[in-house]
């Protein structure tokens, strides 16, 4: 059995975020001692690092939770998780495409010869185009 404190360290939380996690419903609330200490089992552990996988994937709580879910019902949610991979995959492929839009456009703005701002301008090299 493992205390919050242990189970954050193993897994790289805060024990803040394993008590969100609780009150989310992602963690079964987790058994106590009679001190009133929070007791965690390995399984809690493993549970806690496939979130914070799939977080650090772009995964939000609120689309990890089913997926758990399915998972205590004795289902393997995997074809959900590529459904959800490729979504993700799909709204990146678009943020890099607007970013390196966004970047052209920041080079071309500083490789104008612009003087120095007239009257009310603030900074030319944004306010002309």
């Known amino acids: ?3 919050i404190g242990r189970v954050a ?3 790289g939380v805060q024990p803040s975020a394993i ?3 609780e009150a989310q419903g992602i963690l079964r609330p987790a058994d106590r001692r009679p001190n009133g200490y929070r007791v965690y089992t390995d399984n809690a552990v493993k549970l806690l690092l496939f979130v914070k996988r ?3 994937l772009g995964i939000t709580l609120k ?6 879910d399915l998972a205590t019902q004795g289902q393997r ?3 959900q998780v590529k459904e959800l ?3 993700h995959l799909r709204d990146i492929t678009d943020k890099i495409r607007e970013l390196q839009t966004l970047r052209n456009e920041l080079r071309a703005l500083l ?7 007239h009257g009310s301008e603030v900074c030319p090299i944004i306010q002309s185009s």
């Open 111 to 117: 490789r104008r010869n612009v003087g120095r701002p």
């Open 85 to 87: 991979a490729r979504n």
């Open 54 to 56: 799939a977080q650090a």
């Open 9 to 11: 360290r193993q897994v």
């Open 63 to 68: 689309e990890i939770k089913p997926l758990l």
């Open 1 to 3: 059995m493992l205390t």
């Open 19 to 21: 008590r969100y996690y």
């Open 77 to 79: 949610p995997c074809n």
